[in-house]
């Protein structure tokens, strides 16, 4: 097996650095290779996703990825910006089916801004359609515009677009991760206004066909983010397209009280994938060493899950997570009175502690 660690910007290097600590106590067989990506690429190699890491990740068996962006390099043209090393890898490595959870830990309720009985056990999972949609339709760009409210204007345009099989692939992983959890599928979109919605709502319906015995509800964008944040528990599965899914998982996470914890995957047909934390590169926090380690320590058990066929080794990162959550122990992002802050470093020790104890009993 080989992993490929690309830590990226930001609080990226820290953080990776214990979530490869606590794979490499787990004591299983594997190699990595680290490559930079995002504005630490750009720097040394002129662009964000240089071809050597594109290969490293295409190579690989996993990617466990950091975080990229720095407001630096906000002034930089569109293509040699950060966010473009994330894009290029959902792209180029055909990682189409995005997992998001949600979920809210016993230990942390109070740290969400919605009152604890609202989020107290949320588990939601997102589902987000990662390689379609406005974000990679063509044609985009700016123009001098011919028609609408200002003809002869300067305009930006962006193309929103799924085609049938898009939508039916990501339908069939969601109905699929529906039937495993409590079988209960809420599809995303704004098909009161938008033709491509209106096919997306049609394609899940008509996929829903397949899996009788999961229960399928369509809601507007809209309503669904007014839902997030009135009722979430409500919520279980939900799919929806990239640009929808961007923003209401952001609101999820948020429900929890602490992006810091949420890991996702980003997987291709083949359920090789891409995981990353939710949050990302943290800028204004990087080299304090007081981030939080466990979102990307959560990303790698999810890797060992769904890439690398090993759910043990998963199992005992989750169980370790827990059981420093258990302790009390908190980074500064989830700390609260009476529990006991600490470092990047020394929560990922306390993570590896945990290991070490279910291993040796
Ligand atoms: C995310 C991020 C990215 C996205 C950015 C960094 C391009 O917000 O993973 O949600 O919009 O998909
Ligand atoms: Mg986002």
Redesign the pocket.
């Known amino acids: 097996m080989k992993i490929a660690i690309l830590p990226g910007d930001g609080i990226g290097t820290e953080i990776m650095a214990e979530a490869v600590k606590v794979l490499r106590v787990l004591d299983l067989k594997f190699e990595t290779e680290t490559a930079p990506v995002g504005g630490a690429a750009y720097e040394t190699a002129g662009h964000p996703l240089p071809e050597s890491t594109l290969a490293l990740a295409k190579a690989a068996d996993a990617v466990l990825f950091g975080a990229?962006?720095d407001w630096k390099y906000d002034k930089l043209e569109r293509a040699l910006r950060p966010?473009q090393a994330?894009?290029g890898l959902r792209k180029h490595l055909g990682l189409f089916a995005n997992f998001r959870p949600a979920i809210c830990y016993e230990q942390l309720t109070h740290a969400s801004s919605l009152k604890p009985e609202l989020v107290a056990g949320l588990d939601i999972l997102i589902i987000r359609e990662?390689t379609g949609d406005i974000?990679f339709g063509q044609p985009r760009g700016r123009r001098t515009a011919v028609d609408g409210h200002f003809p002869g204007a300067e305009e930006g345009f962006d193309t929103m677009r799924y085609s049938r099989p898009e939508i039916e692939r990501i339908a069939h992983v969601a109905f699929q991760a529906a039937r495993k959890r409590s079988k209960r599928l809420t599809s995303v979109d704004k098909a009161n206004v938008l033709e491509t919605s209106q096919l997306w709502k049609d394609v899940m319906t008509q996929v829903h066909a397949q899996y009788p015995d999961v229960e399928l509800d369509h809601m507007y964008v809209d309503n669904a983010a007014m839902q997030l944040v009135k009722a979430p528990k409500k919520f279980d599965v939900v799919v929806t397209g990239?640009m929808f899914g961007?923003i209401l998982?952001?609101e999820a996470a948020m429900l929890t009280g602490s992006i810091g914890m949420l890991p996702s995957a980003s997987l291709d047909k083949h359920n090789k994938g891409l995981y990353e934390p939710s949050h990302?590169s943290a800028p204004d926090i990087a080299g304090k060493g007081i981030a939080n380690p466990l979102a990307t320590i959560l990303s790698a058990a999810m890797m060992l899950k769904f890439s690398l066929n090993q759910p043990e080794a998963a199992a005992r990162i989750e169980a370790a997570v827990q059981s420093v959550l258990a302790q009390g122990l908190r980074t500064a992002d989830i700390w609260s009175e009476g529990t006991r802050k600490v470092s990047t470093r020394e929560m990922g020790d306390a993570v590896v502690a945990a290991i070490t104890k279910t291993i040796t009993g």
């Open positions: 990229v962006g966010e994330i894009l990662l974000y990239n961007d998982s952001d990302g």
